[in-house]
């Protein structure tokens, strides 16, 4: 727990940055103690208490969850209740608490499903708790309501942008579609988009990139990085997309390379050791540099493949090689510029 001596100072000077920034509020040192409640059935590794990882050099920024009641009536669109680890209700309470234990100061919500109300639904479940600092909303780019519903969204400054191409239409950049674009970066708001297998590939998302010059845009889960060795087609995808400067990944979801299946339908047990996932980290690094990379977990599903603790500690182990100021970046700074809206 050495680590713990060590917050107040970074911890007040990051206060100090947050309040100076959208991302406004900072939740007190003293929190790190917080013990997860009890969640009647749960089988998530997610409710277990956890200790500061060890390896922590420095406050975190998580850029990446999901909230949602499978219980509220009607139930939910995802996950689904063949996913039993994640199948159950996820709220601010439980996140809080364990996130405070692995030395998080804040977070953003990635909202996952398609039903545009679901978005506000987050928005009422975390007002008034600066813990929970934006949000990216889900909305389908290129829908005949889209400019009305995102109108409605931006009126709340804590939504910063959208997550787009996971339920919506195929990646096409019709006319459409690069109109929705073209307002989103208006907004001065950022687009979250996953790459991976069929969907979305990367010479789409450079296409998308190219066309829309001033919308940032953050490819999700390490880009699709997948097994122990990098593929060369997707070294090569990383090196081209890195040259534009709106491009940004998302250092999230490592857990994800050994998946063995193609579906998150059951869980799986993903190596803990920093060798297993270096070398896509190199690739990653060397492309887009300290500045480009942004830290976050993807809770609750990183507990479909190991723990949240141990993602940061895999993290944190990768980080201390390029020095503090780059881990800093990494870990709280990138999001905090990344994740503000510039109108």
């Not at 979250?192 to 990139?209: F, Q, T, W, Y």
């Not at 830290?295 to 493949?305: E, F, I, L, T």
């Not at 182990?317 to 905090?336: I, S, T």
């Amino acid at each position: 727990m050495k680590i713990l001596t060590r917050f107040p100072t970074t911890f007040a000077k990051l206060c100090l940055m947050m309040t100076l920034s959208p991302l406004a509020g900072c939740a007190s040192s003293s929190a790190t103690t917080a013990t997860p409640p009890e969640t009647a059935g749960d089988t998530s590794k997610a409710a277990a208490p956890l200790a500061v990882p060890a390896e922590q050099r420095g406050p975190i920024l998580d850029t990446h969850i999901h909230l949602y009641q499978v219980t509220r009536p009607g139930g939910v669109v995802w996950p689904e209740a063949k996913q039993k680890p994640i199948y159950r209700d996820v709220l601010p309470p439980e996140y809080e608490a364990i996130a405070k234990q692995n030395g998080i100061i804040g977070t953003g919500v990635v909202e996952a499903s398609p039903v545009v109300d679901d978005n506000f639904k987050v928005l009422e479940t975390t007002k008034g708790n600066d813990f929970f600092k934006f949000l990216v909303a889900q909305l389908e780019i290129g829908s005949p309501s889209f400019s009305a519903d995102l109108a409605r969204l931006a009126a709340d400054p804590r939504v910063v942008g959208i997550r787009g191409f996971l339920w919506s239409p195929k990646l096409t950049l019709d006319a459409k579609q690069l109109a929705s674009l073209e307002e989103l970066a208006a907004k001065g708001m950022t687009l979250d988009i996953i790459s991976r297998g069929a969907l979305n590939p990367k010479d789409k998302v450079e296409a998308l990139a190219t066309a829309v010059p001033k919308l940032r845009i953050i490819i999700d889960h390490l880009a699709g990085a997948k097994g122990p060795t990098p593929d060369p087609a997707w070294v090569d995808a990383m090196q081209r997309l890195a040259r534009l400067p709106n491009i940004y990944i998302k250092f999230s979801s490592f857990f994800d390379m050994y998946n063995p299946a193609a579906t998150e339908d059951d869980p799986w047990k993903a190596p803990t050791d920093l060798a297993a996932y270096k070398a896509h980290f190199d690739v990653l690094m060397k492309a887009f540099g300290e500045d480009r990379l942004i830290w976050g977990s993807n809770w609750p599903v990183v507990d479909m493949g190991g723990s949240l603790a141990s993602e940061i500690e895999i993290a944190e182990l990768y980080l201390k090689e390029f020095g503090q100021e780059a881990r800093d970046k990494v870990m709280y700074k990138n999001a905090q510029k990344f994740y503000a809206r510039h109108p």
